[in-house]
């Protein structure tokens, strides 16, 4: 898997940028938001997600790690494919979709064009709990919800390669270093990859 590219950003189409890597130009494809930030010319530091299909390699990427999080595990609800997923996080920042999906809120995911109420009925029942932190209206995080994280960074770990057994003994590994509040996913699936680096 490609987590991220970093280079000299070669080009900036319509629904993608060609980022330099070490000579070779990748065509990543972004949300709009995530274009604007970019400019040819400059260096860039993309996080990315590989999708694997049988005629195709495409590398979609994010302005940061918790896009991509949420990008991967968006598709793991039913009828959710990467553009799709990519589409949700053109119309809404993370805290907006993970708030939407904690409580409930269709209104605010059909306003995601290819989402009827069906599909946000979908998202809401299959990813409710695992959504992970939800931001309040004042940023703050209002708490992880119950088993979220757990599933996150075991998602996190088999995406990156290891098997279902490495992951649960990570995820197992990592919960009894938690003592009061829970990190940030992102810090817990750091620390499950270190715990797995010394298993191999």
């Known amino acids: ?9 070669a080009a900036i189409l319509h629904d993608s940028a060609v980022v330099e890597v070490g000579g070779v130009g990748m ?24 999708v694997v299909r049988e005629d195709s390699l495409t590398l979609y990427g994010f302005a940061d790690d918790d896009e991509r999080q949420l990008f991967e595990l968006l598709q793991t609800a039913n009828g959710v ?7 949700v996080l053109a119309v809404h920042q993370p805290d907006t979709v993970r708030r939407a999906v904690a409580g409930g809120d269709l209104a605010t995911l059909t306003r995601v064009p290819g989402i009827g109420k069906r599909g946000a009925e979908r998202l809401v029942l299959e990813l409710k709990d695992r959504i ?33 057994a490495q992951a649960d003994q990570a995820v197992a590994a990592v ?6 509040e829970v990190p940030p996913v992102p810090v817990l699936l750091r620390q499950a990859i270190r715990l797995l680096g010394k298993t191999r």
């Open 27 to 50: 065509r990543v494809f972004c949300a709009p938001g995530t274009l604007a930030g970019l400019r040819v010319g400059a260096e860039a530091r993309l996080a990315t997600s590989l």
């Open 81 to 87: 494919g990467p553009r799709l997923a990519q589409a």
């Open 132 to 164: 992970g932190p939800v931001a309040g209206a004042d940023g703050q995080s209002a708490g992880v919800l119950a088993g979220a994280w757990q599933e996150q960074v075991r998602q996190g770990v088999l995406a990156l390669g290891w098997s279902a």
């Open 175 to 180: 919960a009894e270093t938690i003592d009061g």
């Open 1 to 9: 898997m490609i987590a991220s590219v970093r280079g000299v950003v």
